[in-house]
């Protein structure tokens, strides 16, 4: 399994600053992210390229930017340390009662 690493050496500020990335695949989305905050963002994830990550702008910090990013793709944001974040699959949810399982929208096809 290759691994995807989305770092950026400057230090995080915890602050609020001004976000701007544009509608593009979440692992470009996650490294102009990471370049835009110096925030650290590691993933083994194959299927982030496959999903199509939002239009970001706003001034926010580093994971509420990340929140919002990974809102409804599947995939979820767990603290490494202050600096930064690996990104993990999201949980599927089963939901009870008719049987029904909920998946992500981006349901990897590989």
Excluded at 17 to 32: F, H, M, S, V, W
Excluded at 44 to 64: Q, W
Excluded at 72 to 96: E, K, N
Aim: net charge positive; hydrophobic share 45%.
């Amino acid at each position: 399994m290759a691994a995807l690493w989305l770092v950026s050496a400057s230090a995080v500020s915890a602050a609020p600053g001004t976000i701007g990335i544009a509608a593009a695949p979440l692992d470009r989305a996650l490294t102009a992210l990471a370049a835009q905050t110096g925030t650290d963002i590691v993933s083994t994830e194959p299927g982030l390229r496959a999903v199509a990550g939002r239009r970001l702008r706003g001034r926010m910090t580093p994971a509420e930017a990340l929140r919002r990013l990974l809102k409804d793709t599947g995939y979820r944001a767990i603290p490494i340390d202050s600096r930064g974040f690996r990104i993990v699959r999201a949980p599927v949810r089963v939901v009870r009662g008719g049987g029904d399982i909920a998946v992500p929208r981006h349901a990897d096809r590989s």
